[in-house]
């Protein structure tokens, strides 16, 4: 996988996500690290789910292939 220097990230993040990552800092008074945790949180907690589903779902009979929820 393919790193985004700082730089980048922080200019992706003023041009497409000013706002949400505004609200989710006041969110959390002003707390960047809670703020950060609280993503990081969701973030694996997603990505449980996303695994579990993809145990239910199994192979595709069509395809013969596994979803993944990795990126590639």
């Known amino acids: 996988m393919e790193t985004v220097r ?3 990230a922080e200019t ?3 041009e497409t996500l000013r706002e949400e990552v505004d609200a989710v800092v006041a ?3 002003g ?3 809670a703020a950060i945790t609280t993503l990081l949180l969701d973030c694996r907690h997603l990505r449980l789910q ?3 589903t993809e145990e239910m ?4 009979p069509a395809a ?3 979803a993944t ?3 590639s």
């Open 12 to 14: 992706l993040a003023e």
């Open 50 to 52: 996303l695994a579990l």
């Open 6 to 8: 700082p730089q980048i």
């Open 31 to 33: 707390n960047v690290r």
């Open 69 to 71: 929820y990795r990126r």
């Open 57 to 60: 779902t199994g192979r595709s």
């Open 64 to 66: 013969g292939s596994r």
């Open 27 to 29: 969110f959390h008074d």
